[in-house]
């Protein structure tokens, strides 16, 4: 009985420090922090940390998008401010959500794979912007 009693004290420890172990580990690796800091603000609290930041500047870009696409309507000032604000937004989540900000700066690769679509993008813009509104390329039309 002595051995019985014995090794189920000795597994109830073993359950004990390991939980204790994972409490601590939890605790050792925990790095957010609800302090965030903002260029124009300085170093704010927000409950959830820069995730909830991030977030609400994304939902302060999107309605700035809606608005600058209602009061900028006939404008052709328009589209560059749009993707200028949408440009800003995918940094947004691809620096943070997207974890890239822990990615070395010396990795040619992350400036390739950022520049590319938004170069292929603006192209494509500027392209339909310089079409004739009637279509085509231009070339004996009208």
């Known amino acids: 009985m002595t ?3 014995t090794h189920i004290d000795t597994a109830q420890e073993d359950n004990n420090q390991t939980e204790v172990s994972e409490a601590q580990m939890s605790v050792r690796h925990h790095h ?3 302090e965030v800091a903002i260029p124009i603000f300085g ?3 927000v409950p959830g940390g820069i995730y909830t930041a991030v977030f609400i500047a994304l939902g ?9 696409a209602e009061l900028f309507a006939l ?3 328009k589209i560059f401010m749009l993707m200028g604000i949408a440009v800003l ?3 947004l989540v691809i620096w943070f959500y997207m974890h890239l900000n822990r990615d070395g700066r010396s990795n040619p690769l992350l400036y390739v794979v950022l520049l590319l679509p938004l170069t292929v993008t603006l192209l ?6 310089g079409v004739p509104s009637f279509g085509g390329l ?5």
């Open 89 to 91: 937004k995918a940094f």
């Open 124 to 129: 494509s813009i500027f392209y339909l912007l």
């Open 32 to 34: 957010y922090t609800d």
């Open 60 to 68: 302060f870009f999107t309605i700035l998008e809606v608005v600058t």
């Open 43 to 45: 170093t704010v609290t």
């Open 75 to 77: 404008s052709g000032i």
């Open 3 to 5: 051995d019985e009693n």
């Open 138 to 142: 231009g070339y004996g039309a009208l």
